[in-house]
């Protein structure tokens, strides 16, 4: 939004420099985010938050400066001539709940030319484009004061006649930027005697507008519901600056001033005569209730007591009304253009605000407590170092998904948003794994081909009336691995592909911290995952993850141009588990002795079942057991299809003697014996 500063010292003389009012105006929470032109043609881009429509004009950001000054802030009164007979203007009011308060005025015998120059000249500095008068009238109004307002060609309403309601069905209304638009029965319209001629709040209608033909004017100035202005104007695709100031809830008290105004305009640049006096039907009366203020609360929240001067002054020229009201408190009426002002703190804050955050001491709260960590708050610390250290950067991405990805990636029962973004952003997530793959795509398609990622947060699930949370992980790789070191030992060579087995690895290292009797993998995972790369690890009984590549049609259904891999782990249940207490073991002082074993299995036959029934043997000594070598069928003529043929090493060492070659020589029997009754055969 942009503000003419110039056009402040309509209102307050400023007694600083462009420079350092946009500083300090900054400051009071009235953000300058940029100065453009100079002298008289300075320009303020402002950023105007949007629970303060009050100051989206330059009146209100004059109102401001007249605090942070205490200056006089000069009214805008509208000076009319003489009101000729009486107006048979009617206005009717069908909706009271959504337009409480209706204003209009008539001109006679106007004529529509050019705007005055220097209403021109300031329209054009805010980017608005001068029409007409009549038109730049409400524009100027618009800018000047706030108000929206709107100006109908008297002799092209059917039966001189105003209605507020609700369209019927069937009914179409051309609007003013030369759209035919199809009417909702839940559309506020403003309607003459037959037909809609304008949209109310958000935009007028084209075959009532003011042109150059137009001698009698209706000047319409109203307060409008700002939750049906928002829907009509997201339902039709229109955002106005009127709808913009509407939504965010105007003066009740504005619409007989800005109605004025805009007949002071028109009648200065076009003539013609004021007929009738100000027709103003208001359906039902807006207040703002009286808010107390404590002295004493005030000191609390602020750390010092403000002066009961200062806080007369600033609540004064803001345009409250201080009454004295208990021991130590005042009885604060909220004008009606602070539509953001409800509660006790609201003021405070605006005491703050215009008192000058920078003029406040530095001190701490008083706190009497302990600050403690959460339960898990350890166990967090340590697989996020992990991923870290792993190389994994941390994303954090919106807890809200679709219901169709809600649907695909998990099978708990979703919770749907009350009032949904999107249909993309319905439901809270039942699985990380939908917002993984969007960011690993985010990505891609910004040409970072080697993605590591990990993201910690909640999941959430429907239980009947409740809604359940659980912690989970998610972790997500693409690319290479080590690609800029691979380059560096082989110039000009291709880094190795991210794989699976490196996925399972950080899992590994990521589970291996945790204390545990049993932990096994196998390869019932969800079908998302690629069926041949994907694997679940069980702790302990429980399921603690899922990891794997994500399904090429799932992939590709997601134009995912690249293999990506995710694993997802349910805090909730490993971190029922503690970590494991580190616990220092000298080194042996005995050698170990290594035996190999090759043999040649049939693909059903998984290592962590041959793993198993080794390490089941019960040789205290048999300190490790791992695959060093396999060859799948097909792969040399040495082995057949179905079939694998895989080399072992097993280390045997004892902590208390050297092993005799004999005792080897029988654990290893017993070990080939094992590995036989699984189907194995040994070879030559």
Same mark, same amino acid.
């Given at each position: 939004m942009k503000i003419s500063p110039h056009w402040l010292r309509d209102f307050v003389d400023l007694p600083v420099d462009y420079v350092r009012l946009a500083d300090e105006l900054t400051l009071a929470g009235i953000a300058v985010e940029g100065i453009y032109g100079s002298g008289d043609n300075t320009v303020f881009e402002m950023e105007i938050t949007t629970n303060r429509p009050d100051a989206m004009n330059h009146y209100g950001v004059a109102r401001e400066a007249s605090a942070l000054y205490d200056l006089p802030l000069r009214p805008i009164e509208p000076k009319l001539p003489a009101a000729q007979g009486k107006s048979d203007v009617t206005i009717d009011i069908e909706e009271p709940e959504l337009c409480p308060r209706f204003t209009a005025r008539e001109i006679r015998g106007a004529s529509v030319k050019s705007s005055p120059a220097h209403i021109a000249h300031r329209l054009q500095l805010l980017d608005q484009r001068p029409i007409s008068n009549a038109v730049d009238a409400t524009n100027y109004v618009l800018w000047e004061s706030g108000k929206p307002t709107h100006v109908f060609d008297l002799d092209l309403l059917e039966g001189r006649r105003l209605v507020i309601r609700k369209a019927r069905a069937g009914e179409t209304l051309k609007t003013l930027d030369g759209v035919e638009r199809k009417l909702s029965t839940d559309d506020l319209v403003v309607a003459d005697a037959k037909k809609p001629v304008g949209l109310a709040g958000v935009m007028g209608?084209?075959?009532?507008?003011?042109? *150059?033909?137009?001698?009698n004017i209706l000047i319409e100035s109203a307060w409008w519901d700002p939750v049906t202005v928002r829907r009509m104007s997201k339902r039709h695709g229109i955002h106005t600056d009127a709808s913009h100031r509407f939504e965010r809830g105007a003066d009740f008290e504005s619409t007989v001033p800005s109605t004025d105004r805009v007949? =002071?305009?028109? &009648? *200065?640049?076009?003539?013609?005569? &004021? #007929?009738? /006096? %100000?027709?103003? #039907?208001?359906?039902? =009366? &807006?207040?703002?209730?009286? #808010?107390e203020l404590d002295l004493r609360e005030v000191r609390r929240i602020l750390g010092e007591q403000l002066s009961t001067i200062e806080i007369n002054r600033i609540l004064s020229r803001l345009g409250f009304t201080v009454l004295p009201g208990g021991e130590d408190s005042y009885l604060v009426h909220i004008p009606s253009w602070?539509?953001? %002002? $409800?509660?006790?703190?609201?003021?405070? $804050? *605006?005491?703050?605000?215009?008192? /000058?955050?920078?003029?406040f001491p530095n001190t701490l709260p008083a706190y009497s407590g302990e600050v403690r960590d959460l339960p898990d708050a350890h166990k967090d610390a340590r697989l996020r170092s992990s991923l870290l250290a792993l190389g994994y950067n941390e994303a954090i991405s919106l807890t809200f998904i679709s219901k169709d990805d809600a649907r695909r990636f998990s099978t708990a029962p979703e919770l749907d948003l009350a009032n949904p973004l999107s249909d993309e952003a319905s439901v809270m997530r039942t699985s990380l794994v939908p917002s993984m793959l969007n960011m690993l795509a985010y990505n891609l398609n910004r040409g970072s081909d080697n993605v590591r990622l990990f993201e910690a947060g909640n %999941?959430? $699930?429907a239980s009947g009336a409740k809604a359940l949370e659980a912690k989970r992980i998610c972790i997500g790789a693409t690319g290479n691995v080590d690609a800029e070191v691979v380059r560096g030992l082989a110039p000009g060579a291709a880094a190795r592909p991210f794989s699976f087995f490196d996925l399972k690895g950080d899992v590994e290292g990521l589970l291996a911290p945790f204390s545990q009797w049993t932990l096994y993998y196998d390869s019932q995972t969800a079908d998302y995952y690629h069926p041949g790369r994907s694997a679940r690890a069980v702790l302990d009984g429980a399921m603690v993850a899922q990891f794997g590549q994500i399904h090429p049609d799932v992939a590709a259904a997601r134009k995912l141009r690249q293999d990506i891999f995710v694993a997802e782990i349910y805090l909730d249940r490993l971190y029922q588990h503690d970590l494991r207490q580190a616990r220092y073991e000298a080194l042996p002082r005995f050698p170990a002795v290594e035996r190999d074993f090759s043999f040649m299995f049939d693909d059903g036959v998984e290592f962590a079942k041959i793993h198993e029934s080794v390490m089941g043997l019960g040789i205290a000594e048999l300190r490790s057991f791992v695959p060093l070598e396999i060859f799948r069928g097909g792969s040399t003529v040495f082995v057949t299809p179905g079939k694998y043929s895989i080399l072992m090493r097993a280390r045997l060492q004892s902590s208390e003697r050297t092993l005799r070659d004999d005792e080897v020589a029988q654990w290893a029997g017993r070990i080939s014996k094992a590995l036989e009754e699984l189907g194995g055969l040994q070879r030559a």
């Open positions: 209608g084209f075959d009532t507008m003011i042109t *150059e033909k137009t001698k007949a =002071q305009l028109i &009648l *200065e640049s076009g003539g013609g005569a &004021l #007929v009738g /006096g %100000v027709i103003d #039907v208001i359906a039902r =009366q &807006l207040d703002l209730a009286p #808010v602070r539509l953001d %002002v $409800e509660r006790e703190i609201d003021i405070i $804050e *605006e005491l703050a605000r215009l008192h /000058g955050y920078d003029k %999941v959430f $699930e």
